[in-house]
């Protein structure tokens, strides 16, 4: 290698350690390093690309433990949040951020001291994780399970009878989700967009298309929603 600027990085290693074999991964994520007397190193030489933004806030994998919460436009403090394992999914929500793989997901709160709310095993695989003020809503299969974010408002009368609910596609598959201020969007490989309002617990609008839609993508307030279809965007206004 002659051009110096083709260096990405220099590595330096113990001065007793002699070079056996080196091996990448397929995906370039990590290099191993073995010696002649049987050591072996492996070095992390880039993150996976894991990030998820709510209104002007971005939460990002700054590192394999650690997801870096900013706001660059509203100019709050970055929040630094310590996590237990490497996730693969995460969420963020106006006060929480929420981080995952597989089947269970760890819910911190983001305004006392970032400390973990609760930890929720799931009955599958999450393919994604969506959440508002008050709910979650996660994508298992071909299943959306919608609950209460806080367990502490389960004692509250107002949220009794509105903790939990299992959503299932019937004929066709769910293929997306979304969460606005108070409604879960949700579209079907059918062309089924539905919305369903949770201060009243029930669905309140419907709109069949002509074919699948892939995913849909809400304004803040619910009322106005584009969406891919599979053949282009389309945009549609709800009242």
């Known amino acids: 290698m002659n051009d110096s600027q083709e260096i990405y990085a220099i590595i330096q290693l113990e001065e007793d350690y002699t070079v056996d074999k080196m091996l990448w991964t397929e995906d370039g994520q990590l290099m191993a390093v073995s010696s002649f007397y049987g050591h072996l190193q492996v070095f992390l030489t880039k993150l996976p690309m894991l990030a998820v933004t709510y209104q002007t806030r971005i939460a990002n994998l700054t590192s394999l433990l650690e997801v870096t919460v900013q706001d660059n436009v509203n100019n709050d403090s970055t929040l630094a949040i310590s996590i237990d394992i490497e996730p693969s999914f995460i969420a963020l929500g106006p006060s929480h951020l929420a981080v995952g793989m597989n089947n269970i997901a760890w819910f911190y709160h983001l305004g006392k001291g970032d400390k973990k709310l609760r930890e929720v095993d799931y009955v599958g695989s999450v393919q994604s994780l969506k959440m508002n003020g008050i709910y979650v809503a996660a994508h298992i299969g071909d299943k959306i399970h919608l609950h209460i974010l806080d367990a502490n408002n389960c004692e509250n009368d107002e949220f009794k009878q509105k903790q939990s609910r299992l959503f ?35 669905f309140v609008n419907e709109y069949k298309h002509t074919c699948g839609i892939l995913k849909v993508f809400p304004h803040s307030m619910g009322n106005l929603s584009n969406f891919l279809r599979t053949r282009k965007f389309h945009k549609r206004i709800f009242h």
């Open 168 to 202: 299932e596609g019937n004929k066709s598959h769910i293929t997306h989700h979304a969460m606005a201020e108070d409604f879960l969007i949700f579209c079907t490989s059918s062309g089924l967009l539905q919305y369903f309002y949770m201060d009243d617990w029930k």
